[in-house]
């Protein structure tokens, strides 16, 4: 259960079976992957896509691609960086995802440590997770993982994810209008260059706060954003 096949998976609920014949599509993460995932395969579907993180796809660097730029430089460096102090997670997820999930699965303290360090980690919070969110917030979401018995799915779709690595060619790109928003505590902030690499960006925004998990973190400042850029296309 990759990007792929997930985005496939929306666009076949979203048209065939809610009726829609075009609808509009956001997300961040992994979310992110899917809804570029959508304007790629599913752009004839789609008003737009809008994304608060630029991971997926990787763009097309091979010959007669332009050279990266100082900022696209520094950005693959601060990646590097971040992998290496931060990627433990994502490593163990796309390689040994089942090992960890009956550890995960067998304790509620041990998923509610695995998931709430990433709030801290990546909010944009000081160190202090419940100066963003609430103690009821954070265990609400704990719960729905722990007693639906679903951190075992949720971790293996980075082993599925990197069985299908997403790489463009020479001539491709996401073809559904993209818009961006994003936000300085975000794992990956790439310059406007680097995104335009691989979509057609019609609006970028540098948020003046929040993190990785920016729909909980300021819902009102991704849903303001989410509205001026789609505002556009009524009427289409």
């Given amino acids: 259960m990759e990007i792929g096949r997930v985005a496939g998976l929306w666009a076949r609920l979203m048209t065939e079976n809610l009726g829609y014949p075009r609808f509009a599509a956001v997300g961040g993460d992994i979310g992110a992957g899917v809804t570029s995932r959508l304007g790629y395969s599913h752009a004839d579907k789609l008003y737009g896509i809008h994304l608060t993180s630029v991971t997926r796809p990787t763009p097309y660097l091979g010959p007669d691609s332009r050279p990266l730029t100082e900022a696209e430089e520094a950005h693959s460096a601060q990646r590097e960086r971040w992998f290496q102090d931060e990627g433990g997670y994502n490593h163990i997820q796309g390689t040994k995802p089942q090992t960890l999930s009956y550890g995960l699965n067998d304790s509620p303290a041990g998923v509610c440590a695995w998931i709430v360090e990433k709030w801290r980690t990546w909010s944009d919070c000081n160190g ?11 265990l609400t979401t704990v719960t729905l993982y722990w007693v639906t018995g679903t951190i075992g799915s949720s971790v293996r779709m980075y082993r599925e994810n990197q069985s ?5 060619g020479q001539e491709e790109r996401v073809a559904a209008p993209a818009g961006m928003a994003m936000f300085p505590q975000e794992i990956a902030r790439p310059p406007r260059e680097w995104a335009e690499r691989s979509y057609d ?8 706060r929040g993190g990785h998990f920016a729909a909980f973190e300021e819902p009102e400042l991704l849903a303001g954003e989410v509205r001026e850029f789609f505002r556009q296309f009524r009427g289409d």
């Fill in 128 to 138: 202090d997770v419940e100066s963003v969110y609430t103690k009821d917030e954070l």
């Fill in 164 to 168: 299908v690595l997403w790489t463009l």
């Fill in 201 to 208: 960006v019609r609006q970028w925004r540098e948020m003046p």
